[in-house]
């Protein structure tokens, strides 16, 4: 066991994935993301973090996931995940990005024993890493680059490979390895293990109901593919997919006009299903590592694209436990509630407020996670379709020591211990999600028409503006309002007073060097108009180069 820095070992491995001049990295929202090209050394130095963090708890297993996400192909990214599969721990984003931005080897020497000084790490603890990646083809080079941090800080075993998978999965693997054996046993450590669980939990809740009719599934040409085939292995006879978007060997196609990201920024479907999708039938996107999940049809009777959101998901699950609570007769004994970003649709908060408490938080799952944390059921989803409901130790230890006086208390509270199950409480999950709102679809006998008329969405765009320093864009008020730069929020306030139901805001990309602009509004027509309006206002005021100024800006 070590009882001193390898500092030989930590030398000799920084020489080979020294730091490129003039980059700057950040430990955002999603970790660090950007061209692949420029992330070996940051997926080194995350490898030797990956270990200090191991040790700073005692040997509790980390985990890594390589991925992108819903960014475009040549991109990637790494984040670290806390032992119970929650991102990591704020304080230690800034070590993230001190040790990233180390300008030499012996800077990073140093940067490295000013970490453990700072953490209080006894670096002669064990050091446990579990890491997995996505499809990207930047992919397996940057992995290797991780396993020389994860060996020059000495974690065990070099680290397990769980190989290519989706981000949910990664994260499961972290909650399970770390809960084995413990009261709060997750489910067994293993991909298969994953699958299996979701697969009894699944067809548990559907018992005795119709089987849901075939969905096709939009897998972004991602990792996601891989894991749905997997999965539909566990469910045959019970759930049929038809997806598409698989090609995971063409250059270029992943998140390439498909996806989660690509329906709800575009609010059409994925070209890859003209043609394939029926009037009133339903279908479903992943994104490129499967933690969103956006749901959409055509009108039967005007063959429109009908978007049901990371809102519309919300709003339908949250009802759901809702009544499953107050049927199985807890009602007044657990608390439940939403969290949303600025990103929700000003409809569906004012529909989830009519029916329980509703709290707005800054965009970010750490925001969002942290929140929901707060409720004995919280449920959680930004419009982009990433989220999760969360249980605290007491509704869990509650529902499974709740004497029901009635059958239908019984098959409610039998119900809510199954949904506990299907739904994965680490991260938001495209697979567990989908199968949760088909789980409530089933039980209500709702089509995708039905469930889209809960509420009517306020028309809505997002725009995303290229600016030369996102950084320059701080908010507040949960990221509603621009205090800098300064004079520009009382600008966006004077255009969307002239819209009627209007409201925009403007916040930086958590993930590249952009900023997003938001805009709602009474019609389809005045919420572009007015998204287009301060995506120009803004692309002006950063001093974009009008030569390449976007058309559709006004």
Known sequence: MQTDLPEEALRTYSEKHNKPDGVNFSYGTAGFRTLGAKLDSVMFRMGVLAGLRSKALGGKTIGVMVTASHNPEADNGVKLVDPMGEMLEQSWESYATYLANAETTDQFIINVQAVIYRGGINISQPANVVYARDTRPSGAALVAALEDGLKAIGVE????????????????????????????????????????????????????????PPLIVDCANGVGALSLAAFSKHVEGVFQFQPVNTDLQTPGLLNYKAGADFVKTSQSIPPALEGKLSAGQRAASFDGDADRLMYFYLDEQTSQFRMLDGDKIAALVAGHIVEL????????????????????????????????????????????????????????????????????KETLALLNSHQPSTPEQTK????????????????????SDLLLVEVVLASKGYTAAQWNSSYSDLPNRLVKVLVPDRSLYKTTDAERKLTEPIGLQEKIDALVAQYEAGRSFVRASGTEDAVRVYAEAGTREAADELAFKVAGLVYDEAGGDPAKRPKEFI
């Open 157 to 212: 075993g070099g680290g397990r490979n769980a190989g290519v998978t989706t981000t949910p999965v990664l994260h499961y693997l972290v909650r399970t390895i770390n809960t084995k054996g413990t009261p709060e046993d997750y489910g067994e450590p293993s991909e298969e293990g994953y699958y299996s669980k979701l697969a009894a939990a699944l067809k548990a809740l559907l018992s005795g109901k119709p089987n849901p």
């Open 325 to 392: 609570v107050n049927a199985a007769g807890l009602s007044g004994k657990i608390e439940l509630g939403v969290v949303q970003t600025a990103y929700a649709n000003g409809s569906s908060t004012k529909y989830l407020e009519k029916r329980l408490p509703v709290k707005c938080v800054p965009t970010g799952v750490k925001h969002l996670h942290h929140a929901a944390e707060a409720f004995g059921i919280g449920v959680y989803f930004e419009a982009n379709g990433h989220g999760t409901v969360l249980f605290s």
């Open 412 to 431: 409610a509270t039998e119900d809510l211990i199954q949904l506990t199950k299907l739904i994965n409480s680490a991260v938001g999950d495209a697979l």
